[in-house]
């Protein structure tokens, strides 16, 4: 493997272009239908840095993991490893330092620094979430799983409050207001628990190497099968909503929404709560977690019908 190769495992490149097509589908998709003619000049410039520095953080988020990782990995996947076989140690910590530092940099060059500074603030906070996740967090039970959601959710959230500030974002400043918020916390609010789901699902597949080094996660703590409630208990309420929220858009006679929602959310959504159960093996449980990957990208991509619809 060359060196470019092994840098672009290690930061995980098809999340990091998940995360970008994620706020590019919401400022395209959402923002531009609801706000039409009323774009302020600078907006793309600003959305354009602030993803930029989103995928940045999130890249350096996952050098450090695999960094305090190196040992667990050994075990959990060999194969996969790429600090200290293909790149140092020391190039690992200094590409951590180099691409937080330029996500700082590019959230304080789209946003005005007095006006949206929470949001500065924000993203600073989300590299020491990182750092101490990768460290501490990840190895107790639910908070690194929660933290991690948090982050997930975060990643649309940030476009959000960007357009609006955080004092007025209930108002009506402008008439596509209220419904910008509720599309930002309906795929916030989804993003979030399926990364829960997620990652309860990881944390069993990658029990035998948590264990071995002292990590106190949800199947290490529980067991596996109260682990498997937990992640069904989700895996309910994420599908109630979703089946509520299609009730509610078929007043408007979104059908073609609708039906997308139906094959590519829910039906997948339900194939995972009834594999969960008669999962045993790694294998099973590294699929399911493919599979929830992959719903919550054709939950992401379902934002392209709403360029259509509002």
């Known amino acids: 493997m060359s060196l470019f ?19 590019v589908l919401f400022q395209v998709c959402i923002y531009y239908p609801l706000y039409e003619d009323t774009i302020p000049a600078h907006d793309t410039r600003s959305f354009l840095l602030l993803a930029a520095a989103s995928v940045l953080i999130a890249a350096a988020g996952y050098i450090i993991n695999d960094y305090f990782d190196i040992n667990i990995d050994e075990v959990n996947k060999p194969r996969r490893l790429v600090v200290d076989k293909f790149i140092s140690r020391r190039w690992a910590i200094a590409w951590h330092f180099i691409l937080s530092a330029t996500g700082v940099l590019l959230t304080m060059l789209a946003l005005p620094i007095l006006g949206k500074w929470y949001l500065i603030v924000a993203n600073i906070l989300c590299v020491f979430t990182l750092w101490f996740y990768s460290t501490t967090f990840k190895r107790k039970l639910l908070i690194g799983n929660v933290l991690i959601s948090l982050l997930t959710a975060w990643t649309i959230l940030i476009i959000f409050f960007s357009k609006v500030s955080v004092v007025d974002a209930f108002g009506a400043n402008h008439p596509g207001q209220s419904k910008l918020f509720r599309f930002a916390f309906l795929y916030a609010g989804f993003a ?19 264990a071995r080094y002292g990590c106190r996660t949800m199947p290490i703590v529980w067991g596996v099968n109260t682990s498997k409630v937990y992640i069904a ?7 109630v909503i979703l089946a509520v929220v299609q009730v509610y858009v078929l007043q408007f006679q979104w ?40 719903v919550m990208f054709t939950g992401i991509l379902s934002m392209i019908f709403f360029y259509f619809y509002i």
């Open 233 to 239: 208990v989700w895996l309910i309420i994420l599908i």
């Open 255 to 294: 059908w073609w929404a609708v039906a997308y929602c139906v094959v590519f959310i829910i039906l997948p959504l339900l194939y995972i709560l009834s594999g969960l159960f008669k999962a045993t093996e790694i294998s099973d449980y590294h699929r399911l977690s493919r599979l929830t990957k992959g």
């Open 192 to 210: 979030f628990i399926l990364s829960l789901i997620r990652e309860a699902i990881k944390d069993i597949e990658d029990r035998d190497g948590d």
């Open 5 to 23: 190769a092994a840098f672009l495992r290690l930061v995980r490149l098809p999340n990091l272009i998940f995360i970008a097509l994620t706020q």
